[in-house]
């Protein structure tokens, strides 16, 4: 029970409402940007904003946390080309981010897609929060649309784009791992000691069968649950201490700790 309310908490503390908080500093050759904020996590994603007038504003670019400094409140963000509503048919604007431009960040973290391994695990950790689920079917249904039945990184991005989702949510070897699901950047590691009965791959799904392409990545059949899902958190948190620890104590996963890059 003690888990399941850390998960509760942990959960509500990222359902605030979209950060935002104004550019003070811009170099847009080197795409990064700073603002002032009391407190954020690194890898949280959202957006830069240009405010055309009053009523109307345009989105310019990506944004990622990339580094934060507590002791100044100052977060550097990592700036990329956005292009999840691309409208070749519409005209668009050629501004680049200035100081004042609008950062926001947390954008549909009142959104979470869960990957578990089971139903019974799924259904326990989706009863015990109160975000806004989206039911992995729509998951599945999307990557059968890509002939992925081993979801790449680059999917769950697409999910996020077409549903607004913010978080992604990993069950592995009896902890839960919240995602930013565009950074892909790990932003909380809760226990959540639940045991697999049946294993489902490459998730906990009601679709049966996920169409595959006849070649390319995503293409084959996931081998195994645990691994993959781990290389997959690995790429992008190469840095991230705890991951470290927990891969290292595996010795099934001992490929992986060369993969890292942590500091003496």
Same mark, same amino acid.
Request: net charge positive; hydrophobic share 40%.
């Given at each position: ?29 080197? *795409? ?42 100052? *977060? ?10 691309? +409208? +070749? ?42 975000? @806004? ?8 249904? !999307? ?8 979801? !790449? @990184? ?5 999910? *996020? ?5 913010? !978080? ?19 932003? +909380? ?10 294993? @489902? ?31 997959? !958190?690995? @790429? ?29």
């Amino acid at each position: 029970m003690k888990y399941t309310i850390l998960l509760i908490l942990m959960v509500s503390q990222m359902m605030a409402a979209v950060i935002k908080a104004p550019i003070l500093t811009v170099d847009n050759d080197k *795409a990064l940007a700073t603002i002032e904020i009391d407190h954020i996590d690194v890898g949280v994603s959202g957006f830069v904003v240009h405010h055309i007038t009053p009523e109307h504003s345009s989105i310019l670019k990506k944004a990622t946390v990339m580094a934060y400094d507590k002791a100044k409140k100052i *977060a550097t963000i990592k700036m990329s080309e956005f292009n999840a509503l691309r +409208n +070749n048919s519409l005209p668009y604007g050629k501004w680049k981010p200035e100081i004042g431009d609008t950062v926001e960040l947390a954008f549909g973290y009142s959104r979470g897609l869960l990957i578990a391994p089971d139903e019974e695990i799924y259904h326990k950790i989706s009863k015990s929060t109160h975000i @806004q689920w989206v039911h992995p079917d729509l998951f599945a249904a !999307l990557l059968s649309f890509a002939g992925h039945p081993t979801p !790449l @990184q680059e999917d769950f991005a697409s999910f *996020a784009n077409t549903t607004s989702v913010g !978080l992604l949510f990993i069950y592995l070897d009896k902890k839960v791992y919240t995602v930013d699901i565009r950074s892909f950047r790990i932003l +909380n590691i809760t226990d959540t000691p639940l045991e697999v009965k049946k294993e @489902q791959r490459p998730f906990y799904t009601r679709i049966t069968k996920i169409d595959a392409n006849l070649w390319g990545k995503g293409s084959d059949e996931m081998e195994s649950y645990a691994l993959y899902y781990y290389k997959l !958190l690995v @790429q992008k948190n190469r840095k991230n201490k705890a991951l470290y620890r927990i891969v290292k104590s595996h010795k099934e996963l001992a490929d992986l700790v060369a993969k890292f890059k942590i500091g003496k």
